[in-house]
């Protein structure tokens, strides 16, 4: 969509960008909102150099979030298979167990406790996320726990283009 500082607004899936034009293309919890990110993540590849790098965030452990679809959940491994022949440079917990936590129970909460009003499950989900919002500097200790990608909320991923 345009928005103010947006240059360029196009379909993901066909860049309009020539092949090889870019060192390094990142993509921040986006992956999740196609339906096809194996089509975007080779044009992904497409436009970058060899090389190059690619930044990737997904969620792992996060509940349902329409942004206008909500199609997919990625592991490690599952957002590195998109990026065959690439090199895994670096991967790990973006947002760890304590973000998912944070992200699930205010979601749980508001569901079981709206009596089925969509306006009441939105409004309590936030009041709930407000008081739970501390929770998630947890994740400054434990995100990084060997075990807490079992659990987290999110994961990156950056790779290189052989």
Do not use: M
């Not at 360029?8 to 990142?26: E, I, K, S, Y």
């Not at 992904?44 to 996060?62: D, E, M, N, Q, V």
């Amino acid at each position: 969509f345009p928005f103010p500082g947006v240059d360029v607004v196009c379909d993901l899936r066909a860049l309009p960008f020539r092949d090889g034009v870019f060192d390094a293309v990142t993509c921040d919890q986006v992956l999740e909102h196609v339906e096809d990110p194996r089509a975007i993540c080779r044009e992904f590849l497409r436009a970058t150099k060899t090389g190059g790098l690619i930044h990737i965030a997904s969620p792992f452990l996060f509940p349902w979030h329409p942004s206008p679809s909500d199609y997919t959940r990625w592991t490690q491994a599952g957002l590195a298979s998109l990026f065959p022949g690439c090199t895994v440079i670096e991967q790990g917990v973006l947002a760890g167990p304590f973000s998912a936590l944070n992200a699930f129970l205010p979601a749980f909460l508001a569901t079981i406790l709206c009596f089925g009003s969509r306006t009441l499950q939105t409004i309590l989900q936030y009041v709930v996320l407000l008081f739970l919002f501390p929770l998630k500097f947890f994740d400054l200790l434990f995100a990084h726990l060997p075990g807490a990608a079992l659990c987290a909320a999110n994961f990156y991923l950056v790779v290189r283009k052989n």
